[in-house]
């Protein structure tokens, strides 16, 4: 089946979705992209695009950081964005990725006088880390990059060279995960996702001001515990040691969900296993984004017209 691109405001064969090789953001990294999971529920034969609109907030939050303008307001985004991933005929769990970006062609490192483009395309999607287990992580001999470098809480492509160098680290040396410390070594977030820790019965996770990606998924967990589990979430800065002490750790995000931690620098977690707070979480969440927990069906846009 041919796949679609929502390309230079027209959706076209992915194959025609080309940028030419002096592209601004692929030279300089000055884009700014989203990563939304689509979610297949087989009983309805449904896909749920999950949090669509809280995405495409911080899309437009990332935009004025970077002096970009979005070609649409977000109703009319989240719109188009139905109609790619629908256009795509998804019969599985998917992502989409909307990118906004400097589409001149010139060289010179600056973010004014350029032009603005926006993309979108969409491709099947499993699991982004293993869900079960509870995962093996290090804590990076990278620091996450300060926001008066490059600001965390904007969703830049270039910041991603930071992931890129502390994911590949911890993998090539057989971990699942990097958790990357701030500039002044206390936690700041996984290469991908956000991280709790459980102490007490009690959630504590970083402030945005830790130069965090502030999560749709750190959100939605916030919410979740609050509501569901009646667990209150701290945030406070959490020194590195405060990981191998805690109860539990836990990592979220679109791709890795909710993603409990079972080692980390080679010391339990905990039992060493999967939590029950990570537990009862990670299953609440699953429900939630395949559209089966009445109170949250609103995070979740369906993508085929209902039968
Ligand atoms: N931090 C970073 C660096 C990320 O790339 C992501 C994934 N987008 C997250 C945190 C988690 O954010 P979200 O829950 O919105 O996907």
Request: charged share 20%; proline share 18%; net charge negative.
């Given at each position: 089946m041919s796949t679609y691109a929502y390309f230079n405001g027209e959706i076209v064969p992915l194959g025609d979705a080309k940028i030419g090789i002096m592209n601004h953001t692929f030279n300089y990294g000055t884009g700014v992209f989203e990563g939304v999971r689509g979610y297949w529920n087989g009983k309805e034969e449904q896909l749920y695009l999950f949090r669509l609109k809280e995405h495409y907030e911080r899309l437009q939050r990332s935009c004025r950081i970077m002096t970009m303008a979005l070609p649409f307001d977000i109703p009319k985004l989240c719109d188009i964005t139905v109609d790619i991933t629908r256009r795509n005929a998804h019969r599985e769990d998917c992502y989409v990725r909307p990118l906004a970006y400097k589409d001149s062609e010139l060289i010179g490192v600056r973010l004014h006088q350029l032009n603005d483009a926006f993309l979108i395309y969409t491709a099947p999607f499993g699991k982004?880390?293993?869900?079960?287990r509870g995962i093996r992580c290090c804590v990076s001999s990278w620091r996450r990059i300060d926001d008066n470098a490059i600001p965390g809480r904007a969703k830049v492509t270039g910041l991603y060279v930071n992931s890129a160098l502390s994911k590949s680290e911890a993998m090539l040396d057989g971990y699942d995960e990097a958790i990357v410390l701030t500039q002044s070594g206390t936690v700041s977030e996984g290469s991908a996702e956000n991280v709790f820790i459980v102490v007490d019965g009690k959630l504590i996770t970083p402030p945005a001001?830790?130069?965090?990606?502030?999560g749709v998924t750190r959100n939605t967990v916030i919410q979740v515990a609050r509501e569901q589990l009646g667990i209150e979430t701290i945030e406070r800065s959490i020194g590195r040691a405060e990981l191998y002490s805690a109860d539990e750790v836990i990592l979220t995000g679109s791709a890795a969900e909710v993603t409990p931690v079972s080692e980390i620098d080679r010391r339990p977690i905990g039992s060493g296993g999967v939590g029950p707070v990570a537990a009862k979480l990670q299953e609440t969440y699953l429900s939630i984004v395949r559209g089966e927990v009445e109170i949250y069906r609103e995070w979740c846009t369906p993508v085929y017209p209902k039968s």
């Open positions: 982004y880390l293993p869900p079960d001001s830790d130069n965090i990606l502030v």
